[in-house]
């Protein structure tokens, strides 16, 4: 009885940390795939694609949330991907991308502070390409934050007369659905971090050994009880 509870107990371990066992891709696009464009922007050309590896597959041990935005003119001046708003830059773990604004906790973005035309305020993090204002760009987040399906916008580059902007159609709609992993991505979201903090794999370790630790003590005060 013992042994099948320690066999038990294992496996539950194993199970939890495999639960999210995939790398989730997906994308989004302008002209009616899922994500809204202004004049240029508004293009088939215009996609924000995602790779979202779990922290059992991903070399960090932990989220690994990889991005690219690609867009036909005018350059890249910056980007936000939404973050829960309990989220610090103490979730931006090493390996990230650090054109994020440095020093800063993700914050409350508006039109006032730089965003024309987003739908809403919305708290996330910044990213910031250079001056370059490049066509195409790629960044990563990797966090201790599991996915949900949230929201992302984007800003030309060229200053601030007549920019092209691009954010996920359903931008705002509190009618957000839930992640599934072993659902279809659906059309006009973006996935990125929630509110569930991973243990650290050191954390795990010392929690799987608790539990087998558990399990033999159990055992062994049964065995006790056989002989007297």
Aim: charged residues 20%; contains cysteine; glycine residues 10%.
């Amino acid at each position: 009885m013992r042994r099948r509870l320690l066999y038990l107990l294992v496996f539950l371990f194993v199970f939890a940390n495999c639960i999210w066992a995939t790398t989730f891709t997906g994308s989004i696009s302008g002209d009616g795939g899922g994500l809204f464009g202004t004049n240029e922007w508004d293009s088939e050309n215009v996609i924000l694609s995602w790779d979202v590896t779990n922290p059992s597959q991903s070399g960090s041990g932990f989220w690994e949330y990889m991005y690219t935005f690609t867009v036909p003119s005018k350059g890249i001046s910056h980007l936000i991907i939404e973050v829960s708003d309990f989220f610090t830059a103490a979730n931006i773990l090493e390996g990230s991308t650090e054109e994020f604004e440095t020093g800063e906790e993700p914050k409350l973005h508006t039109t006032a502070n730089g965003n024309p035309g987003i739908p809403d305020s919305t708290y996330g993090i910044k990213w910031e390409p250079g001056e370059e204002d490049p066509l195409s760009y790629s960044w990563t987040l990797v966090s201790n934050i599991e996915p949900i399906w949230g929201d992302f916008y984007a800003k030309s580059g060229g200053g601030q007369e007549d920019p092209l902007i691009a954010y996920n159609a359903e931008f705002s709609n509190a009618m957000r659905p839930v992640f599934d992993p072993d659902e279809p991505n659906p059309s006009g979201w973006v996935l990125v971090p929630d509110s569930t903090p991973i243990p650290e794999p050191a954390t795990m370790l010392l929690i799987a050994s608790g539990l087998i630790g558990l399990a033999g003590f159990g055992r062994k005060k049964f065995f006790k009880k056989d002989k007297d």
